[in-house]
């Protein structure tokens, strides 16, 4: 049985490539000590050297997990010396991509880790700053839970932690048996940084300490059992977004962007980057899509217009909506009220319950896709 087994996964793992060799996983060394049990447990060792993509641990277990049998996977990660190159004509520096560290500096990518109670893992995510990223986390999250659905709010902009003002809480939570108790506000459940640090203190903390953070929330959070957990992420594709899809298995991300085409160019990388670590990206969001005028109603797009949509099509991804903009929707992140709940008859809110429910039609097609 276990040597069937051995042998099912070796050849699943044959048809991963490596990035860097051009030769499957197997076949370059790259994936070593593969240990199986009767129960369809397996565990295996992953050598990455200095400059492979440590999304490739996410890749090999996802292939693992599809082998017949198999009830659990666990990758360990390990540093690998790499031959160093023949000597090539001096020419411009490369720039780094990803992590380009020496190996001694850098942190093994740590294995997922599933967490069923927490539902379906939702990224939000932007580009760039200023879009609005954060205000449609929030809404979206307040939107799901009017719907009945059973939702928590993890603040993972760990440089810019706006989730307690925005949500309307801001305290210490209580830690029962070495487990953190989330806020609750709006029907939601809320862990941020600002809840443990001083409105004043500055976060400067480089990648290790915000894998930490990161990890800590989703694993020492007392959440419950949820429908589904929204992730606020910093802008930009930096540490805490790499953090998030290695701590754990995200169910899909939602990209936010203006109609300005610099903040469609910086959303374009976003969607690459969550493609690369094979996170399914759900959609866009065009927030800030026009100023609809409070006495005539008429719409004025001061940011330009249809770079959202435009993006959606060159990616094939759908626009799941458009948002206006509505200045009761930054006076309501000011005084924690989100709009949604605040003034739930504007077309601001309208626009964004209506993206949260083709989120959740989103999501469930994928689930419905991974089942099947």
């Not at 903390?205 to 589904?228: E, N, S």
């Not at 509505?326 to 964004?352: C, F």
Request: proline fraction near 8%; hydrophobic fraction near 45%; charged fraction near 20%.
């Amino acid at each position: 049985m276990a040597a069937t087994l051995q042998h099912r996964i070796a050849e699943a793992l044959g048809r991963v490539r490596h990035p860097r060799t051009g030769r499957d996983v197997m076949e370059s060394g790259a994936v070593r000590d593969i240990a199986t049990t009767t129960a369809g447990r397996v565990r295996l060792t992953l050598q990455l050297a200095p400059g492979d993509d440590p999304a490739l641990a996410r890749v090999i277990r996802q292939a693992v997990e599809q082998v017949e049998g198999v009830a659990d996977v666990t990758v360990d990660v390990a540093s690998a010396k790499q031959s160093a190159p023949p000597p090539a004509k001096p020419a411009g520096r490369a720039l780094p991509v990803m992590d380009d560290r020496p190996a001694q500096q850098r942190v093994p990518a740590p294995t997922p880790v599933a967490y069923p109670n927490l539902g379906k893992i939702i990224a939000i995510s932007s580009g760039k700053g200023g879009v609005g990223k954060s205000t449609v986390a929030v809404n979206l999250a307040v939107a799901l839970a009017q719907q009945g659905a059973r939702v928590g709010l993890m603040d993972a902009d760990i440089y810019g932690p706006n989730i307690p003002l925005m949500m309307g809480v801001n305290e210490p939570p209580m830690v029962i048996q070495e487990r953190i108790i989330p806020l609750e506000a709006h029907g939601v459940k809320v862990i941020s940084l600002g809840f443990l640090i001083d409105r004043d203190q500055p976060a400067i903390w480089r990648g290790p300490i915000i894998m930490k953070i990161i990890t800590q929330f989703l694993r020492d959070v007392a959440w419950g059992t949820l429908d589904y957990f929204i992730v606020d992420l910093p802008p930009g594709t930096g540490d805490a977004q790499l953090t998030l899809v290695q701590a754990t298995q995200v169910t899909g991300a939602v990209i936010v962007t203006t109609p300005q085409e610099v903040s469609v160019g910086d959303a374009l990388r976003g969607v690459k980057m969550f493609e690369r670590v094979t996170v399914p990206v759900l959609g866009i969001v065009e927030n800030m899509s026009w100023f609809e005028c409070p006495h005539c109603g008429k719409p004025s797009p001061i940011f330009g217009s249809g770079g959202g949509e435009r993006l959606a099509k060159e990616l094939e991804l759908p626009l799941l909506g458009q948002i206006p903009l509505y200045q009761r929707v930054m006076e309501g992140g000011d005084r924690g009220a989100p709009i949604v709940a605040a003034e739930p008859g504007s077309s601001a809110a309208r626009a964004l319950v209506g993206i949260a429910g083709r989120v959740a039609d989103r999501v469930g097609e994928r689930v419905a896709a991974a089942t099947n």
